[in-house]
């Protein structure tokens, strides 16, 4: 799931035009389930707004089910033709997606997106993967080292590992190759840890504009 | 083409010599001044010197600068490479670069996070890892390739004209998982480490298990290991050596020991003393690595005391 959180409320308030008619659209999928940006994250940062000092000439408030799918786009035309100023509370994908839709519209965010991770505990969220596009989990034991080792590294714990924390927060970040120096310990698969991975191909990350999957077998 | 040119490290370990050699952090800025000084406290008491490479994240001289600097000063650098702020071009093309200058004792290592020092906003590098690095470096040499495959020269016609290295790493043997660190050492003689310093050493008891593993498993034999030192300056370092500082264990006994004296100084020293004398004595150990930490002025008598005075000349 892709787990974002609220802008700080005064950078949100910085970037919107006084007296505008606002619409603040929420996203009922990963960021009402991170309770970031769903139904009741809009009305919490409507009345947050109507209570400040900006002054606005509407505030309007809505959902919808995806704002990463044209589909769901859609359905808000009518409210979107009444307003001067989107608010998306979507991730950024959804923010993209809504302002290609409404092009002649400015589409403002009002998350940052963070990861892609999960929820651990009551307000508590981890990121998991990397999206590198070369997974490997398949030789540490099904735990990332791109990701949860500080450095991203593919060989095995630094010097900075200690008390099984990372060095650089030893309170609360566990050494990523610690977690995974034990699993792969309980399933003996030690081997796989003690050969030498070889320098990765970031080709296959984030690494020269989009990435794109395109699938001949599905193209119409 | 022929590049080999071995380092007086290296010839020195080949003759079976016990060496030793110091950690020389590049200044700041240009004033070269606490620089001179320190080589000057070095110059005829280490058979090199390493040069570190933006240590704990905080920007310097490079390393290869000043490993020049001191180069012409008569002294012998340890270049170091981490890989927290090049990727594998850069790498490569410093390496090349260092080379060309007669700079070939390299020390391979991962790096410390950005975090750690006073760029905490810098993006990261971390293309390859310590163990991948090394291994770059020895294709570099005894194949004369590049990470890509590519052979070293210029042209399709021209000579293949490969770089020398004397390649090394670093080895924590307090850091955990205690029952991996070991391996990880193995992993960088794997790679392809002629010798590896070590992370300073308190803790002889739990340095000993690990030096007997290495030892059992017949590693010492496949590159030169040196023991690494830091004296104990003052109360206040070591605990915080003990509380702060990851990787780096400090018994209660030398704790204690330091608590009891008056002159915390001399202690350090007289402790730094006792240690290089055991480790002369422990199988398997070929060499010191003194990091004395803005405290140079103390290692000329830590490897008098410790017997080690005049070093040895190589042809």
Not at chain 2, 119 to 127: E, I, T
Not at chain 2, 166 to 173: D, L
Not at chain 2, 190 to 211: H, K, N, P, S, V
Request: proline share 4%; charged share 25%; with cysteine.
């Amino acid at each position: 799931m892709i787990i974002a959180e609220q802008k700080p409320v005064n950078e949100i308030l910085k970037n919107i035009p006084e007296n505008s008619r606002l619409l603040i659209v929420g996203c009922d999928t990963c960021v009402t389930v991170c309770l970031a940006g769903g139904e009741k994250e809009v009305a919490v940062l409507s009345s947050v707004i109507s209570m400040s000092d900006k002054k606005m000439k509407s505030i309007e408030g809505t959902s919808i089910e995806r704002q990463c799918d044209k589909e769901f786009l859609s359905e808000i035309k009518d409210r979107v033709s009444e307003c001067d100023i989107i608010l998306s509370m979507a991730c950024g994908v959804g923010v993209q997606m809504m302002s290609d839709y409404y092009n002649g519209k400015i589409v403002l965010p009002a998350l940052n997106t963070l990861f892609m991770g999960s929820n651990e505990e009551t307000g508590y969220w981890l990121e998991r993967c990397l999206g590198c596009g070369d997974c490997s989990l398949d030789i540490t034991g099904g735990i990332c080292p791109k990701t949860r080792c500080s450095k991203g590294l593919m060989n095995g714990p630094c010097g900075g590992s200690e008390g099984g924390k990372c060095e650089v927060d030893p309170e609360n970040l566990d050494c990523g190759w610690n977690l995974i120096y034990n699993r792969l310990k309980e399933l003996n698969r030690l081997d796989t840890m003690a050969a030498i991975q070889p320098p990765r191909d970031w080709s296959k990350s984030h690494d020269g504009g989009p990435r794109r999957i395109i699938r001949e077998d599905l193209l119409l | 083409m022929k590049t080999e040119k071995k380092s007086r490290m290296q010839r020195l370990f080949e003759k079976g010599e016990f060496v030793v050699t110091a950690e020389l952090g590049p200044p700041k800025s240009l004033d070269f001044s606490v620089l001179d000084r320190k080589i000057d406290l070095l110059s005829g008491v280490v058979d090199a010197v390493n040069l570190t490479d933006n240590q704990t994240a905080i920007a310097r001289i490079s390393s290869i600068a000043a490993g020049l600097y001191v180069m012409k000063a008569g002294l012998e650098p340890v270049i170091q490479m981490a890989c927290r702020d090049r990727n594998r071009l850069a790498i490569q093309a410093d390496l090349l670069g260092a080379c060309l200058h007669g700079i070939t004792n390299v020390l391979c290592l991962t790096g410390d996070h950005q975090c750690m020092g006073n760029h905490p906003g810098a993006k990261h590098v971390f293309d390859i890892d310590s163990i991948q690095l090394i291994q770059i470096v020895k294709n570099m040499r005894d194949k004369g390739v590049f990470q890509n495959g590519d052979e070293i020269r210029n042209s399709k016609k021209s000579d293949l004209f490969p770089p020398y290295f004397f390649i090394g790493g670093a080895a924590n043997p307090f850091a955990e998982p205690f029952e991996w660190r070991v391996s990880r050492l193995e992993k960088k003689i794997e790679a392809g480490i002629d010798f590896i310093q070590t992370q300073c050493i308190y803790d002889m008891d739990r340095f000993g298990q690990w030096m007997k593993e290495v030892v059992d498993r017949g590693l010492h034999k496949k590159a030169k290991i040196m023991a690494g030192i830091t004296p104990i300056k003052s109360l206040g370092m070591a605990r915080y050596m003990r509380d702060n500082v990851a990787g780096v264990t400090v018994p209660d006994s030398v704790i204690q020991r330091m608590e009891k004296v008056e002159n915390v100084k001399e202690e350090g020293i007289k402790f730094a003393v006792e240690q290089i004398r055991q480790f002369r004595e422990m199988e398997g150990i070929a060499g010191v690595h003194i990091m004395a930490i803005e405290w140079e002025d103390a290692v000329k008598g830590m490897v008098e005391s410790s017997g080690l005075l005049p070093r040895p000349k190589v042809s």
